[in-house]
């Protein structure tokens, strides 16, 4: 009976020291903590790239120029953004960077995006239906966008054993949507030296 006894306290603690062993440890860190893993494209990139791109574009003439003729702020508003890249990058997170930057910047008027638009509208006919007259909004006082930001993210690789330089660049451009001219285009590089611990590359 001893041993059965002894058997069973056995098994109950090495599953108990299994199962502590197998639960990830989690520590919450300050959002603006730079944290990089494996070298990929990662939330700092993002960050950085819309903050410097949105600074230069917002401090660059057409600004001034759209003003002094228009009597107004630019409206913008964000296009499409192509990952051209060897990794998958999320360029729905960096579009909402650049639209935070662009916002906060003060220098232009955002527009919501064509999604965000289409589900105003849809509130809209809503509105129409059942809110008060008073209350209701109506339709065709929209304000279009005067410039479209759009561009891509590209990189390129070289690797040798354990070492790969992992180089990205990001090219943005700002398109009249009237006269389809480009008044600004800006670049953003960033190159990344990662040295593996073991053969993992």
Known sequence: MKKYLAFVLAVGVAFALSSCA????VTRVDVSEQIDLSGLWNDTDSQMVS??????????????DFAMKSQTKPRVIVGTILNKSHE??????????????LTNSGR?????SKDERSEVREEKVDQAQNASVQT???????QGADFMLKGEINTIIDQAGKMQVRYYQINLQLVNILTN????IGEKK???EIKRPSSTL
């Open 190 to 192: 960033i190159k990344k």
């Open 136 to 142: 209701a909004k109506s339709a065709g006082q929209e």
């Open 22 to 25: 197998s639960t990830p440890k």
């Open 181 to 184: 001219e480009k008044v600004w």
């Open 108 to 112: 232009v008027i955002f527009v919501a």
């Open 88 to 101: 998958h990058i999320n360029t729905s997170t960096f579009i909402i960077d650049l639209e935070k930057e």
């Open 51 to 64: 903050a410097e791109m949105i600074q230069d574009v917002t401090n660059r003439p057409w600004i001034d």
